[in-house]
């Protein structure tokens, strides 16, 4: 079978359609017939899939008179190319998600695929919901590294294949001590209080006395690990080497998955990505998205940074997109039935309210997200957290039309890119719970740590509930799989910023002091930079 041919089927059969011979031939003709080149093949192909797709009468065996129709329509202009002309509208194609309007998607092992949950989702959960959760966390990760390169190997006989490690399960090791097994599973603490790996058919006790150095990143207790060691007569597994999942790529995922719609705002395929992202890096250069953090409004000098910072840009006629501000919007917090501490927190928000409002240009044009952080005052104190009680920010509704108040996590839909955004002292919480032998490393290297730990675990806290609790009907809202486009991390410890496998993940900093920092993301090219104001200097 030719490597077109199998392009070809790959492609319509993502989206649930078999071909027979003569759609087959008719496709591989059209292909000829307009001189496709072999690395556009999957691309053109992608995009009749899809337009099959749209029709209503299209069935799961591709009809030949249906791929005609399309074919058809295609030589005589319709479809899109009446909108390539059209200059990108940045405020149609900028979604706030919110983590309880996302749909559940629970991975499928029969099916080998994810299927979503049918009937409302509620906060209370129920037992089998907290079940789910925790399978869904190890089933999306598995899924991924059977797919590995590393652990799918060829099928044709070699010596290289005959001395692979096959991942295992804790049920294979019964009455085989002495043998080296790899096994991927949750770091979980057993009754007694001992390190153990557990999967679905059980867990056995880790022994780390051989294990000088861990591999990259950091191992918690929840978070989901590769272990190869050897099983001995005390019923324990010697570990030899630990290390975490391998990380997929955006493409890859969406290559896949790309049909699925994760988001709740319409699946788009792979070609209107590329589509998508080739025109927003031309007519979208200089957009941007500023990402403020700890934003203490209790604090009289940070309403005059982000003043500074409203005039900077209106001085230099540079107006963002968007202005994200993370909290915690107070540096001390609400002491429980302090009447007098909630009236004042109310006051902060509406001297917020009046400052934006001061600039009629920024209130019209920006989109203003407020997403809460650990101390501010919400509906609920788990993951993820509702958005800022209603009753504070009631100026902020009525003065600024385009404030969304979303939750914590939130994400953002912008044109291809997803963009999740998290406010919580992950590093402190992440530090306070590492199990097994400790990484001896300096500073930069945690931060690396930490982003590696987050993206490989495909959740945004890879911590057992019993550490952090969590809603498990939305655990889902903490997954990050597919990879997100860039991840904002929120965060108390030092500003960093760093692209892996694709995903650029950032800290903005806090914007406390007499320098005042934070970030500025460019769609256009998937990365951030550092900004900072120094009041200092300027009063000077």
Excluded at 60 to 65: G, Q
Excluded at 227 to 233: H, K, N, P, R
Aim: proline residues 5%; aromatic residues 10%.
């Amino acid at each position: 079978m030719s490597e077109r041919r199998q392009v070809i089927i790959k492609v319509f059969r993502k989206y649930g359609h078999s071909l027979g011979p003569e759609s087959l031939e008719f496709l591989e003709e059209l292909l000829d017939r307009h001189e496709i080149a072999d690395e556009d093949v999957e691309f053109s192909i992608e995009w009749l899939a899809k337009e099959y797709n749209k029709q209503d009468d299209a069935q799961m065996k591709v009809s030949l008179d249906i791929l005609h129709r399309v074919y058809e329509a295609f030589q005589n202009g319709e479809g899109e190319d009446g909108e390539e002309h059209a200059l990108l509208d940045p405020d149609s194609h900028f979604f706030i998600i919110d983590a309880f309007d996302m749909p559940l998607w629970n991975w499928s092992t029969e099916r080998s695929t994810f299927e979503r949950a049918s009937g409302p989702l509620t906060s209370s959960g129920s037992a089998e919901s907290r079940v789910m959760a925790m399978r869904n966390r190890l089933n999306v990760i598995k899924q991924c590294v059977l797919r590995n390169d590393h652990f799918s190997p060829s099928t044709l006989p070699s010596k290289d294949r005959e001395n692979l490690l096959t991942l295992r399960s804790t049920k294979h090791l019964l009455g085989r001590a002495g043998e080296r097994f790899l096994l991927f599973g949750m770091l979980t603490h057993s009754k007694e209080g001992k390190l153990c790996l557990e999967d679905q058919d059980g867990f056995v006790e880790l022994d780390f006395s051989q294990l000088d150095v861990p591999s990259e990143g950091l191992f918690t207790e929840g978070c989901l690990a590769l272990i190869e060691g050897d099983y001995t007569e005390d019923a324990t597994l010697l570990v030899i080497a630990i290390g975490h999942p391998p990380c997929e790529n955006r493409e890859s995922a969406r290559s896949i998955f790309g049909h699925i719609d994760f988001l709740g705002k319409g699946a788009t395929t792979l070609l209107e990505d590329k589509q998508f992202a080739t025109r927003v890096q031309v007519e979208l250069a200089d957009l941007r998205f500023f990402v403020l953090s700890d934003v203490w409004l209790d604090r009289p000098e940070t309403l005059l940074g982000l003043r500074k910072l409203f005039d900077n840009c209106v001085e230099n006629s540079f107006i963002p997109k968007a202005i994200i501000l993370c909290g915690n919007f107070t540096s001390t917090g609400i002491p429980q039935g302090n009447g007098r501490e909630v009236r004042r927190y109310q006051e902060h928000f509406e001297a917020l309210a009046d400052l934006i409002a001061s600039y009629p240009l920024i209130t019209r044009t920006t989109h203003f997200v407020m997403v809460p952080g650990p101390l501010d005052v919400t509906l609920n104190s788990v993951l993820p957290r509702r958005p800022i009680l209603p009753s504070f920010v009631s100026r902020l509704r009525s003065r600024v039309p385009n404030v969304h108040f979303a939750t914590n996590p939130c994400r953002i839909k912008f044109f291809e890119q997803e963009v999740v955004v998290f406010r919580e002292d992950l590093m402190s919480r992440m530090l306070r719970n590492l199990v097994g032998v400790k990484p001896d490393v300096k500073n930069d290297d945690l931060k690396r740590y930490l982003v590696q730990t987050i993206l490989d675990q495909s959740h945004l806290m890879p911590l057992t509930t019993s550490i952090q609790p969590t809603l498990a009907e939305y655990d889902h809202a903490l997954r990050l799989y597919p990879l997100p486009t860039a991840v904002v991390l929120a965060d108390r410890y030092d500003r960093y910023q760093m692209t892996y496998e694709g995903c650029h993940v950032f800290n903005p900093g806090r914007f406390v002091g007499n320098s005042f920092t934070f970030s500025a993301y460019a769609p256009a090219k998937r990365e951030s930079e550092e900004c900072v104001l120094d009041l200092a200097l300027e009063d000077d």
